[in-house]
């Protein structure tokens, strides 16, 4: 977890802890009229739709004055404490057809990357994206150069024939008294989503399609097929408000004067090429339809889709709930949220209109070791969810829940363990490290002291039952299926001598000891075997929490993988140092075997400081383009080959 989800996770956990306890009590002791009694709506499991027993404007101006009124608590408080085969990779997915945003994408002629932030004496913080032209013989050169603004940060670029999207957004840190005087703790100021389209039919002069801006933070993003679609969070920031102060008249004040502002004032707005509108209107909104008249919520979700060859077209879907992350098929979006030991989840599809469909909720949640995403799945309409039960506890309890749409409800129609099935999945204080699933299976990582590989067999989604089980030294982060029963898997390996034998108890804590790749044979799913392994001592590598890193090209005798490295240690001298290297390796379908090709390191002497984790490469027709840092480097695809760059 890196700062800013930590950041984010501390402040949304503040928030629920603020305003889950936030109900205002009548008291008449300064004035004949009483403040409104009125209760934050927390991550709910009821289902969405359009006004019931409150309207979705009441609801949003219940919930900014109950924000207002637990900032004014708040910061009282805190100054009392002061006091498919191809010819070449693109981006590692998790659903086929369903593009995820990265920094590096790849058209066979062009190379597009965007360059992580450079600051220097006389630009400042510089951001941009190079467009790198591949010549006859794999070299590159600079075709042309797309200045970004400044004060953005990239999330990722999609490349879609002749159009290239760049999704940025804007957030800043403030002190925690700072957030709570001026926003609410998920709404920064300026934290807003931008989306800059370009057009690269010719390359080397791209130009300008269209700048987007939508308010509210970045929730995620996907690309399927001609459409991009945003998800978003946004907080209302209402100016001119009075004080909340303590007082009973200072309360009402407050509150007449949220309920005098018009509606147009609460909604996100979006501004194409310079010319702004409300996303949506406020009575399109859905909301719980628990929702009394003394409820409140301030956080809208948007769904925003836009047409890549009309960026003007664009629809939205308004959700007035919380959304933390998001898994998409090429059907269906679903948005989830944490509750309390539980997951919310509501279904969204994707077809010629965005249409809320339904909601769930499910016991456990998504956990925090492995991806959120990869927990997620949709087989035959049906939606698949691997959660845990005290995830952060010494004894968590997973579980698979199989869900089906009923009218607005996600009904659960199978668990596993069930009575039928009573094994837990993972041995006592295991927690979960890789989940993947794939066609009619779903594969189970759970560690702490050995690496149990679950397969779950998935043919019958009304009674899933585990079909094997496999223990090695150390642990998959992550899981690569591939056909014909091989799965790849790439996490870390420990000490053996650490691992217990049958009834005893290790001496020590297992220690991590370095990057391993491993090559599974589960074509026999109740006998998964290791057919073989590579280990680079005291080494990680980026693909253990983010999948974009891997590179994978089918070829037709097997896989090439390439995947960043970092290894780290003492030289002969005492010295502290790293070494960054792209490892490739290649799996051979036909003979089940796994073999490392090289170990591809340039000889670079500024860029010690840079991490392996924004690394990248590009395979093609047997040549490898390495992006490290900034800097590309290409070789071929052969053990000791000549590195040639940077570019």
């Known amino acids: ?136 013989d794999y070299s590159l050169t600079e075709a042309a150069t797309i200045s970004l603004q400044e004060n953005l940060n990239v999330a990722g670029m999609y490349l879609y024939k002749d159009i290239l999207g760049v999704v940025s957004h804007s957030f800043q840190y403030y002190a925690m008294a700072d957030i709570l005087l001026d926003s609410s703790p998920w709404q920064q100021p300026e934290n807003d989503t931008y989306i800059d389209i370009y057009g690269v039919a010719e390359p080397a002069s791209p130009n300008t399609v269209s700048n987007i801006r939508i308010d509210g933070g970045l929730i995620n993003s996907r690309r399927i097929d001609n459409h991009l679609f945003i998800a978003t969070q946004f907080v209302p920031n209402l100016e001119d408000l009075p004080d909340a102060g303590t007082s009973n008249r200072s309360l009402v004040n407050l509150y007449n004067a949220i309920l005098a502002k018009n509606s147009s004032e609460l909604v996100p707005k979006i501004t194409i090429n310079g010319q702004t509108s409300d996303l949506y209107q406020l009575t399109d909104c859905l909301l719980p339809q628990r929702a009394t008249e003394q409820n409140g919520h301030t956080q809208m979700v948007s769904v925003v889709k836009i047409d890549l060859d009309n960026p003007m077209n664009f629809s939205s879907l308004c959700l007035l709930t919380e959304a933390h992350g998001l898994f998409a098929s090429a ?31 499910v016991v456990g949640t998504l956990g925090w070791q492995s991806s959120a995403q990869f927990r997620l799945a949709e087989r035959d309409g049906k939606l698949l969810a691997v959660t845990t039960v005290g995830a952060w506890s010494q004894d968590p309890e997973h579980m698979l829940h199989i869900l089906e749409q009923h009218g607005s409800e996600l009904v659960e129609i199978a668990t596993l363990p069930n009575e039928s099935q009573p094994a837990p999945i993972g041995k006592p204080g295991e927690a979960i490290y890789a989940v993947r699933f794939f066609e009619d299976r779903a594969f189970i990582v759970t560690f702490e002291q050995v690496d149990p590989l679950y397969v779950i067999d998935l043919t019958d989604l009304y009674a899933p039952m585990v079909a094997g089980e496999l223990e090695i030294p150390g642990f998959s982060s992550y899981l690569h299926p591939m056909e014909n029963g091989l799965l790849l898997g790439v996490g870390q390996q420990v000490r053996n001598d ?51 890193s891997l590179s994978v090209l089918k070829t037709d005798s097997g896989y090439q993988f390439a995947l960043p490295s970092q290894t780290w240690g003492f030289d002969d001298s005492g010295y502290w140092f790293t070494q960054n290297a792209l490892q490739t390796l290649v799996v051979n379908e036909a003979d089940r075997t796994l073999s490392l090709i090289d170990s591809i390191s340039p000889a670079t002497e500024d860029d010690y400081y840079i991490g392996s984790y924004e690394d990248r490469s590009v395979l093609h027709n047997g040549h490898i383009y390495y992006l490290r840092g900034n800097k590309v480097y290409h070789t071929l695809w052969q053990p000791g080959a000549t590195v040639d760059g940077p570019y």
């Open 498 to 548: 650490t691992i217990p034998v049958s009834g005893s108890t290790p001496l020590e804590t297992p220690i991590e000891e370095g990057m391993k790749v491993s090559l599974f044979d589960v074509l026999d799913p109740a006998n998964p075997v290791v057919l073989g392994e590579f280990v680079w001592p005291e080494a990680y590598t980026p693909v253990e929490y983010d999948h974009r």
């Open 331 to 361: 059907d269906h979006l679903y948005l989830h949220a944490r509750g309390e030991e539980s997951t919310i989840v509501h279904k969204i599809s994707l077809g010629n209109e965005i249409r809320y469909q339904a909601t769930a909720s």
């Open 1 to 136: 977890m890196n700062l800013k989800q930590k950041t984010d996770l501390m402040w949304k956990c503040l928030a629920v802890a603020i305003f889950s306890t936030c109900t205002i009590t009548a008291c008449s002791n300064d004035g004949n009229e009483s403040p409104p009694t009125l209760s934050f709506m927390t991550a709910t499991d009821s289902a969405l739709s359009t006004a019931q027993q409150i309207s979705a404007e009441r609801y949003v101006k219940n919930g900014i004055y109950l924000m207002k009124k637990s900032q004014a608590t708040a910061v009282e408080g805190t100054a009392d404490d002061t006091a498919a085969p191809a010819s070449y990779s693109t981006t590692n997915t998790q659903i086929a057809g369903v593009d995820e945003a990265d920094r590096i994408e790849y058209n066979g002629d062009y190379l597009f990357v965007a360059d992580l932030p450079v600051w220097t004496p006389s630009h400042g913080e510089v951001k941009k994206v190079r467009i790198l032209a591949r010549q006859n």
